[in-house]
Every structure is written in structure tokens, then in C-alpha cells.
């Protein structure tokens, strides 16, 4: 039995949180706080997340300079083929369904492009 230093009650050890709070379970509970926890549990990337979270930032700068890349003869369709392939790792294994159907389709769209004006 200890007390709490917040409601001043004696309480069972397993009120609290370890063996050195001074404060129960009960008292450090905070309605947002949880909430906000619920919302964000704590989770580590798998070596397959984070390379294909590397892939995903390398394939975006792709895609991201092509559009100023497509004057400039088949250069920038190029580089939106790569940076379509690229990003697909990180929204697949995001489960991230509707960006792989864009990514895929930039990639397609590009290829046709590049067949029939490259
Ligand atoms: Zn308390």
C-alpha cells in the first residue's frame, strides 16, 4: 500500500504506473493525453519500411522535376518513368492502394508517351 501524492488516498501498487510513482494510475490519467496516444501508438519502420521510405523521397524528386524536364526531348518522361517505378516500394508496403494506381498509371501513361513520340 502507498498513497498517492495527488488525491492523498493509500492504494495498491498496482494503481501505479512502476515502483517509483508517486502518483496513481488513476490521477495521471488525462482524457486528451489518451486520446492523442490512441492515435499515435509507438511503432519502429522494418529495414523494408525505411528503404522503401528512401526509395519513395528518391522517386518523388524525380517526379517532381520532370514536369520542368518535358521541353527538353525525352528527358522528362524518363525521369517520370523512373520516379513512378521508384515510389511504388513505399505506397505498397503503405498499403497505400490508390497512390500505387497513380504511381502505375504515371509510369504506363509515360511508356505509351515514350513509344509513340520518342
Ligand atoms: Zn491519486
Not at 37 to 51: G, Q, Y
Not at 60 to 79: C, E, R
Not at 83 to 93: K, S, Y
Amino acid at each position: 500500500m502507498r498513497t498517492c501524492n495527488i488525491c492523498g488516498r493509500p492504494k495498491k501498487d498496482s494503481k501505479f504506473k512502476h515502483i517509483n510513482k508517486k502518483t496513481c494510475k488513476r490521477c495521471e490519467f488525462r482524457w486528451k493525453r489518451s486520446f492523442l496516444r490512441l492515435l499515435v501508438h509507438d511503432r519502429r519502420l522494418s529495414a523494408k519500411e525505411r528503404i522503401a521510405n528512401r526509395l519513395g523521397y528518391f522517386g518523388t524528386a524525380f517526379i517532381m522535376i520532370s514536369p520542368y524536364l518535358l521541353p527538353y526531348g525525352n528527358i522528362g518522361a524518363i525521369t517520370y518513368v523512373i520516379g513512378g517505378i521508384v515510389c511504388i516500394p513505399q505506397v505498397w508496403v503503405a498499403k497505400q492502394w490508390n497512390l500505387v494506381l497513380v504511381n502505375l498509371n504515371v509510369t504506363i501513361g509515360y511508356l505509351i508517351y515514350l513509344l509513340y513520340n520518342g
